[in-house]
């Protein structure tokens, strides 16, 4: 056998490798997923339509990375953005 076929022979096997163990492969939190895409268009909208008084039972997003955050923080614990309103 010659290099050339050992190696196509390896590069066939990962790729055989990689779809026979795709269903183990970690999955995204589809809630987080929704909870981050929901946050992106909040802090997308214009001033105007966010002048609405929450309500207290709407659940607070970070508005630069989607995590949630409750009502009386200032800092997203997981990137550090300010928030507005926090605590004040």
């Known amino acids: 056998?010659?290099?050339?076929?050992?190696?196509?022979?390896?590069?066939?096997?990962?790729?055989v490798g990689a779809y026979l163990l795709r269903p183990f492969r970690r999955q995204a939190d589809p809630d987080r997923t929704v909870e981050f895409w929901v946050a992106r268009a909040r802090a997308g909208r214009r001033a105007e339509a966010m002048v609405a008084e929450p309500s207290e039972?709407?659940?607070?997003?970070?508005?630069?990375?989607g995590r949630r955050v409750g009502p009386e923080d200032r800092f997203c614990a997981r990137c550090g953005a300010p928030l507005r309103g926090g605590g004040e």
């Open 1 to 15: 056998m010659s290099t050339g076929s050992i190696l196509v022979a390896l590069a066939m096997a990962l790729v």
């Open 57 to 65: 039972e709407e659940v607070n997003f970070c508005p630069r990375c």
